[in-house]
């Protein structure tokens, strides 16, 4: 058999101490503000997610066309395109 000695203060309420810390609050009327700041980082970072799930239905519809066989080609569009690409490099 072991015994257990309790040592300090660790058998204190949690709940209570909590209880005790609103208490005090409530005397001295002041709260601590929780503050929030998002990195300039982390924005960049929720835009590339929005832009990749916005990319994500882009592709899913393409893939739908191409399944059931509603997907054509615009050849002068292509054309265009790489008649663009060229002449600006």
Same mark, same amino acid.
């Given at each position: 058999?072991?015994?257990?000695?309790?040592i300090?203060n660790?058998?204190?309420?949690?709940?209570?101490?909590?209880?005790?810390? #609103?208490?005090? =609050?409530a *005397?001295? +009327? @002041?709260?601590?503000?929780? &503050?929030?700041e998002?990195?300039?980082?982390?924005?960049e #970072?929720?835009? =590339?997610? *929005?832009? +990749? @799930?916005?990319?994500?239905? &882009?592709?899913?519809?393409?893939?739908d066309?191409?399944?059931?066989?509603?997907?054509?080609?615009?050849? @002068?569009?292509?054309?265009?395109?790489?008649?663009?690409?060229?002449h600006q490099?």
């Amino acid at each position: 058999m072991m015994k257990i000695n309790n040592i300090g203060n660790q058998n204190i309420n949690p709940y209570k101490r909590n209880m005790n810390k #609103m208490d005090q =609050v409530a *005397k001295t +009327g @002041k709260t601590a503000a929780d &503050k929030i700041e998002i990195s300039s980082t982390a924005k960049e #970072m929720q835009e =590339v997610s *929005k832009l +990749g @799930k916005e990319r994500q239905a &882009k592709v899913e519809a393409l893939r739908d066309q191409v399944q059931n066989g509603n997907y054509t080609i615009d050849a @002068k569009a292509i054309a265009k395109g790489i008649k663009n690409f060229y002449h600006q490099n």
